[in-house]
């Protein structure tokens, strides 16, 4: 059985930093995209980034509104994927959710962790 | 980045009904697009992906069709289970997005 568990979350001060982790099992970690997903409350889901697979070099991609603060990494040999996030603003505050990606002629998110809450604020 | 427009924005309907959801995309995608369902305080799941290919487990009821710039989300009988909320993604180039969302509401 796939399974995503974030953590990591918590309430931050603006200007922040917070570093979420993703335990993943049930599936070849090493075979497969990444991605992260966030929800502010009451909000849409908007995609923060994502993480390509060892064969494609661990490249990485990022909506513009975060990139240069957050970072995307992975630890194949833990199935561990992680989001770094740095200078922290109030509307970064959201549920955070990690998200498999299968690969199907484009990598489509297919299994979502149950996330974890950011909270910015002062 | 590529927008998507869903519409109705909301809907109300009935257990029975026949309900499609609509996902407009500013430019063209091919058939780069996913559906997902989400019920509050849950996680999303993917219901269509490739604009029409059902997700293993999701039931035959719903249904994706589309390509282009213009797709549909069709749940052919809505049962009490599919109320909530309706989201499409394109993957067709980088930043991906998401639609802002369709409620799904018992009338």
């Known amino acids: 059985e796939v399974q995503l568990v974030e953590s990591g979350g918590g309430l931050v001060q603006p200007g922040g930093s917070l570093r979420l982790s993703c335990a993943a099992s049930?599936?070849?970690?090493?075979?497969?995209?990444m991605d992260w997903v966030r929800q502010a409350p009451g909000k849409g889901l908007e995609w923060v980034g994502r993480?390509?697979?060892?064969?494609?070099?661990?490249?990485?991609e990022y909506v513009a509104s975060v990139k240069g603060r957050f970072t995307i990494s992975r630890d194949d040999s833990k199935n561990s994927l992680y989001l770094q996030m740095n200078s922290l603003k109030t509307e970064d505050t959201a549920v955070y959710y990690c998200?498999?990606?299968?690969?199907?002629?484009?990598?489509?998110?297919?299994?979502w962790g149950q996330g974890t809450l950011v909270t910015v604020s002062s | 980045d590529i927008q998507l427009t869903q519409s109705p924005s909301f809907l109300s309907a009935s257990v029975g009904d026949r309900v499609t959801i609509t996902c407009r995309a500013s430019?063209?995608?091919?058939?780069?697009l996913a559906w997902f369902q989400q019920k509050p305080g849950k996680a999303p799941k993917l219901l269509i992906y490739?604009?029409?290919t059902l997700q293993s487990g999701v039931p035959s009821r719903f249904s994706g069709s589309g390509s282009g710039t213009e797709f549909t989300l069709t749940i052919s009988s809505l049962q009490p289970e599919d109320f909530a909320t309706y989201y499409c993604?394109?993957?067709?180039?980088?930043?991906?997005?998401f639609g802002g969302g369709t409620k799904v509401e018992i009338k």
């Open positions: 049930g599936f070849i970690f090493s075979d497969h995209y």
């Open positions: 993480s390509r697979n060892k064969a494609k070099s661990y490249t990485t």
């Open positions: 430019q063209g995608i091919s058939s780069y």
């Open positions: 993604q394109q993957l067709n180039s980088y930043a991906l997005t």
């Open positions: 998200v498999r990606a299968k690969p199907s002629s484009g990598w489509y998110d297919d299994y």
């Open positions: 490739a604009a029409s």
